[in-house]
């Protein structure tokens, strides 16, 4: 699991994000390991400097190409099942992003792939998880749809864009007790948690959510 090194990372105010980390006890996160990761993470460190002082705000902001950086609420709501009390050791991320939610995995996490179709970002986050010196986070430049077979089985799975239906090559890359986490729906989208056991899959939806569709192929 990686240490955010924060020296030098003094635009907002613990105070800041510490409101923050209320706001989601208020809101049902009950878990202290993700909560404890949401607060080391300076989420300002990855959006435009025009936007940075709605950061810790609960609410999605752009990142560019049509990408959002997801509200903290639904970023833990997502960790915490994926979680589920346990120690993650194998996680891997579709959908880096800015790069984000893959910083937070990263602090409750022993190994984290992520995986961002589009090049522009994946690029960017790159270079912001490297200046916050997080060193266990891999991210790849590819299909997300397609997982990552190489390097499989995962112990958890969580998906930061909506499907119309859960791509196989993911279900098969879930270990057994693993957890799968994703949108699901074209208009109107829920949150589902699929798990693994030696018996097969079992499918439970959580909430109503809005995502970004998933797309496939690189851009």
């Known amino acids: 699991m990686s240490t955010l090194r924060q020296n030098g990372i ?8 510490t409101r923050m980390i209320e ?7 009950r878990d202290e390991v993700v909560l404890a990761a949401m607060n080391s993470v300076p989420r300002h460190m990855f959006v435009e400097e025009a936007i940075s002082h709605f950061a810790y705000d609960d609410k999605s902001l752009p990142i560019g190409y049509a990408q959002t950086i997801s509200q903290p609420y639904i970023v833990a709501r ?4 994926l979680r589920n009390g346990k120690q993650l050791n194998r996680v891997l991320e579709i959908g880096t ?9 990263a602090q409750v996490a022993r190994e984290v792939y992520s995986v961002e179709r589009i090049l522009p970002l994946h690029e960017r986050a790159l270079l912001t998880l490297k200046e916050l010196n997080i060193t266990n ?17 995962f112990d958890g799975i969580i998906m930061a864009a909506a499907a119309t239906h859960i791509p196989q090559a993911l279900l098969d890359q879930l270990a057994v007790g693993g957890r799968m986490v994703l949108p699901l729906g074209a208009q109107e989208q829920t949150l589902h948690l699929i798990e693994r056991d030696e018996q097969g899959y079992h499918e439970s939806q959580l909430e109503a959510v809005k995502f970004v569709p998933l797309l496939m192929g690189r851009a």
């Open 10 to 17: 003094g635009m907002t105010s613990q105070r800041t994000r």
């Open 23 to 29: 706001r989601l006890r208020e809101q049902g996160i």
């Open 78 to 81: 997502m960790i915490e099942v």
């Open 97 to 105: 992003g800015c790069g984000y939610q893959a910083a937070v995995l």
């Open 137 to 153: 986070v891999t991210s790849k430049y590819t299909d997300g749809s397609l997982g990552l077979p190489d390097i499989a089985p």
